[in-house]
């Protein structure tokens, strides 16, 4: 996925000269968009085979599916829109997520800080979240 965001930046805000030619930097995204869709067409097959190999379940039996089980069970629906909408889904969760990281990092560094010492009990609670938060990073 970095590699695909990454040539993004690269195509948009470059001079457009994969328009007319196939540059290195198109080649690569190019590949990298081949690669998503392998990686993802790995499970949404993976997934198809859960719910061949699965005893079907009763109409009357309410159980909770995920979002690919309910495009994978649609007939009108081909595996390659399936893993489309996939990719597209993680895109954009991945696009909402840094929106949202972004925006609480403006707020917390535009927050009145003078309330905020006022209680050190709020100062070590965020302190912790975001060491206990970044650990794995």
């Not at 993976?46 to 649609?74: C, M, R, V």
């Not at 991945?94 to 560094?109: C, R």
Request: charged share 25%; hydrophobic share 35%.
């Amino acid at each position: 996925m970095d590699v695909f965001f990454d040539y993004v930046a690269r195509l948009t805000f470059g001079m457009p000269t994969w328009k007319v030619f196939q540059t290195k930097e198109w080649k690569i995204f190019r590949k990298s968009q081949r690669d998503e869709f392998d990686c993802a067409g790995h499970y949404v097959d993976k997934k198809l085979k859960e719910i061949i190999n699965s005893p079907s379940t009763d109409s009357k039996t309410k159980q909770a599916h995920s979002f690919l089980e309910h495009l994978l069970k649609k007939t009108d629906l081909e595996r390659s829109d399936a893993t489309t909408l996939c990719l597209e889904l993680l895109a954009g969760g991945i696009d909402t997520t840094s929106n949202a990281v972004k925006f609480t990092l403006y707020e917390l560094s535009t927050f009145s800080y003078s309330s905020l010492l006022k209680s050190p009990y709020t100062v070590q609670s965020l302190l912790d979240f975001v060491i206990l938060s970044t650990r794995d990073l």
